[in-house]
């Protein structure tokens, strides 16, 4: 793989010498996730472990994959390492959202039942300071479509879209589409009109590890929670509570960067999603109005070696190289992208720590575009228009900043280009007109570029 890496460099070097085009800053851009990245660009993309990765690190990962893939059933069965499904849930397995460890689609094309991909977390303002919430007394944290025989399902979430027509500066025209969610079928009552509904598609897995590996000062610095430079650009670092650490740590993963590791976000994501219990979350989230989920209970679905397999597994899903890197079109699109002060949240790169828990993810040069902190992105993003918190310490306002390598790979793999946290942008152009709140400057800043200037730069989006 080295020696594919050091032939691939040559090309981009060789035409910046005869050509001019392309900017040495840009030479290592080319391998986003470091040497561990890989080149294939079918729609097996998003699925090779890091090059390098050998040995019982190999053995270790294809366990994961298994698991990962796994469909699980409903116990007791005859297959005891792979039931406990449910009682009620999302998802029967990770790969039913995660699709070829890729991004869930979200939502239809048409009005109708949301995908399997999208979940809603349920939250209800209290009384107390105005700010606080508590999972809903009925439905609990996360509302479940899905259930085992002989246990009622909690519903069906649908959606329905409002049509808006927004006008460039050039006087050319774009329709985005505004999701409104409904449930339907509800078996336990209406949801009520102090609950807060924030939607969560499946994002695509690839280097996981690689940003677990950066250094906590390397994102902490890029804090500017009162805004002391006047950019309008506020971004914050969430701190939540680590159940395996038993303290507040800082928050990397997820649509709010509501877990603090990849150990805990997949042990949260088997509970929440699969109804997979497990050491670090051994209860089902049944309310006590659901009587039949409440008898139908189990404990310690996977053990804590299995869900230490996926974990390495999600680790060690390596990044794809860019394409098109040498293009023109795509260089000029990058400027645009920087001169539009998109970096200001989509952070280029960071170099990982020396003290990373596999040798494979230590000292990586790597190019994520994204700060991984805590974003207000104004009213139409909102879970809710006032400003509560709804997941540990982020506001239903606020965003974590989603990395972007991968982007131009989706459609390979997934066969749809949806972005954003709930799939409601249906292209890269899409997702940054939905930009509003901190993000608002550097869309009307694209929303005055020339044609040929947003081609470019979504020409660069596609690249990496």
């Not at 392309?22 to 890989?38: C, H, K, L, V």
């Not at 294939?40 to 270790?60: I, K, N, W, Y």
Request: aromatic residues 10%; charged residues 25%; contains cysteine.
């Amino acid at each position: 793989m080295q020696k594919l890496i050091t032939k691939m460099k040559r090309v981009p070097l060789l035409l910046l010498i005869i050509f001019g085009t392309i900017s040495f800053a840009m030479a290592n851009e080319e391998f986003p996730g470091g040497t561990g990245s890989t080149s294939d660009f079918s729609v097996q993309a998003f699925s090779h472990p890091m090059s390098g990765t050998r040995g019982e690190l190999r053995r270790d990962f294809n366990v994961g994959n298994s698991f990962f893939n796994n469909v699980w059933t409903a116990s007791p069965s005859s297959t005891t390492l792979r039931d406990g499904l449910g009682p009620i849930y999302n998802a029967v397995s990770c790969s039913s959202c995660h699709f070829k460890d890729g991004r869930g689609r979200g939502l239809p094309d048409n009005e109708g039942p949301v995908d399997v991909s999208l979940l809603f977390r349920l939250r209800i303002k209290t009384l107390g300071s105005g700010r606080d919430v508590i999972p809903h007394p009925v439905y609990g944290g996360q509302f479940q479509p899905q259930s085992i025989m002989g246990v009622k399902a909690e519903g069906t979430p649908v959606v329905k879209y409002e049509r808006i027509t927004l006008s460039y500066n050039d006087g050319l025209f774009a329709e985005i589409l505004k999701p409104i969610y409904e449930f339907i079928n509800l078996n336990f009552g209406p949801l009520g009109e102090n609950t807060i509904v924030s939607p969560r598609v499946a994002p695509q897995m690839i280097g996981l590890g690689l940003v677990e590996a950066i250094d906590e000062a390397d994102i902490l610095v890029n804090e500017d929670p009162l805004d002391a430079d006047g950019d309008g650009i506020s971004g914050r670092a969430n701190h939540v509570y680590s159940v395996v650490e038993n303290k507040a740590v800082l928050g990397r993963f997820g649509w709010k960067a509501g877990k603090p590791s990849l150990l805990e976000q997949n042990a949260s994501a088997f509970n929440g999603d699969i109804g997979i219990t497990s050491p670090l979350f051994p209860y089902e989230d049944c309310t006590d109005a659901q009587a039949d989920c409440k008898a139908n209970t189990t404990v310690e679905d996977i053990a804590m070696d299995r869900l230490n397999n996926v974990t390495t597994y999600s680790q060690l899903l390596a990044v794809p190289v860019r394409r098109d890197f040498t293009k023109i079109e795509v260089n000029k699109g990058r400027q645009v992208f920087y001169s539009i002060s998109c970096t200001k949240c989509h952070t280029p790169s960071y170099t990982t720590s020396a003290n990373a828990p596999l040798d494979i993810l230590k000292n990586q040069k790597i190019y994520p575009y994204s700060d991984f902190l805590l974003h207000d992105m104004g009213d139409e993003l909102a879970d809710d228009k006032e400003e509560f918190y709804n997941e540990e310490e982020a506001t239903t306002r606020e965003w974590r900043t989603p990395p972007l390598w991968g982007s131009g790979l989706v459609h390979a793999v997934n066969g749809h280009t949806r972005y954003l946290h709930d799939g409601r942008a249906r292209s890269l152009e899409e997702a940054i007109l939905w930009h509003g709140g901190e993000g608002q400057k550097a869309k009307d800043e694209f929303m005055n570029l020339s044609k040929t200037d947003r081609d470019n730069l979504i020409e660069f989006l596609n690249s990496l």
